[in-house]
């Protein structure tokens, strides 16, 4: 009875590192297509992609940025003071200063 105990006891230990090699990397979880997958917004994907981008020192572009030139670059710009919702590609997007600055209004 002993003997059995024992052997279904090394077999449960073996079974169960098995299932210990299926687990997720932390680089798998920070994914933004993980994220997404679990049901947390886009903006948070990307926020933790240029996170990712700005500690190993890259440049982070969005897929979907579009340069302005000339006059919609103002008018652009005008829409953007009218309307606090619209994205200016300032967020995430700025140095850190302990004093305020005439662009933190």
Do not use: C
Request: without cysteine; charged residues 20%.
């Amino acid at each position: 009875m002993k003997n059995k105990f024992l052997i279904i006891g090394i077999l449960g230990l073996i079974a169960s590192q098995t299932f210990v090699s299926a687990e997720l990397t932390v680089d798998q979880t920070s994914s933004s297509e993980y994220l997404m997958n679990r049901g947390y917004s886009p903006l948070l994907g990307e926020m933790v992609d240029k996170t990712k981008m700005n500690i190993s020192g890259l440049e982070y572009q969005r897929p979907e940025q579009t340069e302005y030139t000339g006059f919609k670059k103002w008018v652009r710009n005008v829409f953007i003071y009218l309307d606090p919702a619209l994205e200016n590609d300032t967020f995430m997007n700025h140095d850190i200063t302990p004093t305020p600055q005439i662009d933190d209004l």
